[in-house]
């Protein structure tokens, strides 16, 4: 239970404190492959040589995750944002429940064999297909298919979605070759394991907060019904695809293998699925697809009678799905949850494509809020096109409502995400993401005298780095890769470089020092509730202010 005390030394600020997500935007080298270096940001650039401006750890271990060779992403940024602690998070959960044997164990497990087995049928796995880490990662389905072969089960298909994102962008064929290989080496006479079907993770499958069902569709056409483009090989399939189209893994159309003219893989009466994604928020979709019964998001034609079951609760409130292998963690003591308490009035903002975040993840994996009256969500529609055609996205529209908000003096506490720098990041077009960051600039440029206008302050951050490294690098040499045509090889996933957090107070910054130390995301709530006027709770990560 969180202890609430309003602190002796300081009232704190009397207008409002706004925290600002720059999504996606890191501290990255100045250099050719830094699209925020390269950017013209007077607002920033004024921001980080007048304010103090601390630098924060936003991957690995600082967020939850296994290790600091694991790049943070939106999900876990936000959940430790709005926390104020660090939670081991899925890739850690999933990892640390196949090694205890836990997985093999549940309930899930078992009766998704059981299915199988008892009715001669065939085990499903769908997923990204990486080791990136930040969704799934594919030595968690290669322990799943040789424990499938321990307990007997005879089939097994895999549905894969190409990456390209968190790992490199035409890098599809260093798993699926050594993948076969896998697969070869496994099946016998009593195993059979196949690739069935195949597609981008932007083409088909992993929509997210209900903004492109079409996706979702496209892949149960694919996996489901088998409907699509066929093949005789994953190889082939990406080989061919991406020579027509020039596309980068994540973008390749949708895929079906095929023998003797009929797909290998359909999912039938009888079968058993999982989604071995364990982060939610694309995975949900899919998962209403397999699981609802008055389901009228597109026609599913045929609804086969299967088990489904994902690797994660993805969404804990709305049990979505009804099945699954690993329990989420329990985040708990949430910033929102001491606001609530305290009876302050706060609200949170986003464009559909992080709206989500500074709600659902920020307030510790909950869809509702904690108070009706107390909370305000805004969301502003994204537009359905890719976004390197309007880097901009629905930045201008964000600040139009942020401002309302903040002129309200209804608000004690707003928080807002720009989703500019991630989302633009991740096509991997330097000169989109550098128009997104300029784009991202001007809006703190309308923001802050409206902030003074109400004698706020505000902590302006990010989630994870995307946007300062475009190119990919040599680990060693630290030299740009390039690619056969001698351009730089295009980086799409996110950093592991920190990122800034600026304090921006003009009114009550003799009041308090900002203390240097090595902070990460999680230090942001404590500061936040100080700058409000209150104690921070024991349990969550200090402050990076120290009241006089």
Same mark, same amino acid.
């Given at each position: 239970m969180i202890s609430l005390k309003k602190s002796e030394k300081f009232e704190g600020i009397s207008?409002?404190?706004?925290?600002?997500?720059?999504?996606?935007?890191?501290?990255? =080298?100045?250099?050719?492959?830094?699209? #925020?270096?390269?950017?013209?940001?007077?607002?920033?650039?004024m921001l980080m040589s007048k304010y103090p401006t601390l630098s924060l750890k936003a991957h690995g271990t600082a967020v939850g995750l296994p290790s600091d060779d694991d790049m943070g992403n939106s999900e876990v940024g936000h959940n430790a944002l709005g926390a104020g602690q660090v939670f081991a998070q899925?890739?850690?959960?999933?990892?640390?429940?196949?090694?205890?044997?836990?997985?093999?164990?549940?309930?899930?497990?078992?009766?998704?064999?059981?299915? #199988?087995?008892?009715?001669?049928?065939?085990?499903?796995?769908?997923?990204?297909?990486?080791?990136?880490?930040?969704?799934?990662?594919i030595d968690h389905l290669k322990a799943m298919i040789v424990k499938a072969k321990e307990e007997k089960?005879?089939?097994? =298909?895999?549905?894969?979605?190409?990456?390209?994102?968190?790992?490199?962008?035409?890098?599809?064929?260093?798993?699926?070759?050594?993948?076969?290989?896998?697969?070869?080496?496994?099946?016998?006479?009593?195993?059979?394991?196949?690739?069935?079907?195949?597609?981008? =993770?932007?083409?088909?499958?992993?929509? =997210?907060?209900?903004?492109? @069902?079409?996706? #979702?569709?496209?892949g149960w056409q694919t996996h489901v019904l088998g409907n699509g483009r066929y093949f005789s090989s994953a190889e082939e399939a990406v080989t061919t695809l991406r020579n027509e189209t020039g596309a980068i893994?994540?973008?390749?159309?949708?895929?079906?293998?095929?023998?003797?003219?009929?797909?290998v893989g359909t999912i039938e009466d009888g079968d058993s699925v999982i989604f071995y994604n364990f982060r939610g928020d694309r995975s949900i979709e899919i998962s209403k697809a397999f699981d609802s019964v008055e389901f009228d998001k597109f026609d599913r034609v045929r609804t086969p009678d299967v088990m489904f079951a994902g690797m994660l609760e993805y969404d804990g409130d709305l049990h979505i799905p009804k099945n699954y292998l690993v329990a989420p963690p329990e985040i708990s003591n949430t910033m929102?949850?001491?606001?609530?308490?305290?009876?302050?009035?706060?609200?949170?903002?986003?464009?559909?494509?992080?709206?989500?975040?500074?709600?659902?993840? @920020?307030?510790?994996?909950?869809?509702?809020?904690?108070?009706?009256?107390?909370?305000?969500?805004?969301?502003?529609?994204?537009? #359905?096109?890719?976004?390197?055609?309007?880097? @901009?996205?629905?930045?201008?529209?964000?600040?139009?409502?942020?401002?309302?908000?903040?002129?309200?003096?209804?608000?004690?506490?707003i928080r807002v995400n720009y989703p500019n720098g991630d989302m633009v990041g991740h096509t991997g077009n330097i000169d989109a993401t550098q128009i997104s960051v300029e784009a991202l600039d001007i809006q703190l440029a309308r923001l802050l005298p409206v902030i003074d206008e109400m004698n706020g302050a505000a902590i302006i951050t990010a989630d994870h780095g995307n946007a300062d490294?475009?190119?990919?690098?040599?680990?060693?040499?630290?030299?740009?890769?390039?690619?056969?045509?001698?351009?730089?090889?295009?980086?799409?996933?996110?950093?592991?470089?920190?990122?800034?957090?600026?304090i921006y107070d003009n009114f009550c910054a003799d009041k308090y020092d900002v203390v240097p130390g090595n902070y990460g995301l999680s230090n942001v709530a404590a500061t936040t509730v100080n700058l409000l006027g209150y104690e921070a709770p024991d349990m969550w990560d200090p402050s990076m202010i120290n009241v006089k």
């Open positions: 207008g409002p404190v706004v925290t600002i997500v720059m999504d996606g935007i890191g501290i990255g =080298r100045e250099e050719a492959e830094n699209a #925020v270096f390269k950017a013209n940001t007077p607002t920033l650039n899925g890739a850690k959960l999933v990892s640390n429940s196949i090694e205890s044997g836990k997985m093999f164990a549940s309930d899930t497990w078992k009766a998704l064999v059981s299915n #199988v087995t008892k009715n001669g049928s065939t085990l499903h796995f769908i997923g990204l297909f990486s080791d990136g880490n930040v969704h799934s990662h089960i005879a089939n097994v =298909r895999i549905h894969i979605l190409l990456d390209g994102r968190d790992v490199g962008e035409t890098s599809a064929l260093e798993y699926i070759l050594p993948f076969e290989a896998f697969l070869s080496e496994l099946c016998d006479d009593s195993f059979d394991a196949k690739i069935a079907s195949g597609g981008g =993770r932007m083409k088909i499958t992993m929509d =997210r907060y209900e903004s492109d @069902w079409s996706m #979702v569709e496209r893994d994540q973008d390749i159309p949708a895929f079906v293998i095929a023998k003797d003219g009929k797909a929102s949850e001491y606001l609530v308490g305290c009876g302050i009035y706060s609200a949170a903002i986003s464009e559909t494509q992080k709206y989500g975040h500074v709600t659902y993840f @920020w307030n510790g994996n909950r869809s509702g809020k904690f108070d009706e009256e107390l909370e305000t969500f805004i969301e502003i529609p994204s537009d #359905v096109i890719p976004f390197e055609q309007r880097p @901009w996205m629905k930045c201008a529209e964000i600040t139009d409502e942020l401002i309302k908000l903040i002129r309200s003096r209804k608000y004690k506490y490294e475009m190119f990919e690098t040599d680990k060693k040499s630290g030299k740009i890769k390039l690619g056969p045509d001698g351009r730089p090889k295009s980086k799409t996933s996110h950093t592991l470089n920190p990122v800034p957090c600026i």
